[in-house]
């Protein structure tokens, strides 16, 4: 059985690409990531052969984009959220839900790096 993320770890990369079907080939063939489609989010998940995985977007003209960005995995986006600005950072996107999966925020901290905070939807209990 996989460990789920703990807080802290990383847990998903973005990188906005400008053809995702190109893109796809270029990684697929260099790196052997497999991928699947989310046409709901126009959005590509990408598995590498170890975590962490991510995913492939074209941003929308006039959408934000920071390069790359690292998702790292939180108890709590509220409460990470207040701590980042709190200790010095700013929140560049607030507390945003990705259906079914759970919660992310985009945070710039005190040096400028921009990275992501992600909270998962609890898992069922069995």
Do not use: C, R
């Not at 770890?9 to 497999?34: A, M, R």
């Not at 991928?35 to 003209?61: K, Q």
Request: charged share 25%; proline share 10%.
């Amino acid at each position: 059985m996989t460990e789920e993320p703990k807080h802290g770890s990383f847990t998903h990369i973005e990188i906005p690409v400008k053809d995702k079907e190109k893109s796809k080939e270029f990684y697929g063939e260099i790196f052997g990531w497999k991928f699947e489609d989310v046409p709901e989010m126009d959005y590509t998940l990408f598995h590498a052969p170890t975590p962490p995985h991510g995913g492939l977007f074209v941003p929308e003209e006039g959408q934000p984009t920071f390069g790359v960005l690292n998702h790292i995995n939180v108890d709590s986006v509220d409460e990470t959220s207040k701590k980042i600005e709190e200790l010095g950072g700013k929140m560049l996107v607030p507390k945003t839900e990705v259906p079914n999966i759970g919660w992310f925020a985009v945070f710039q901290d005190p040096d400028g790096a921009v990275q992501a905070l992600f909270e998962s939807l609890p898992k069922p209990q069995e």
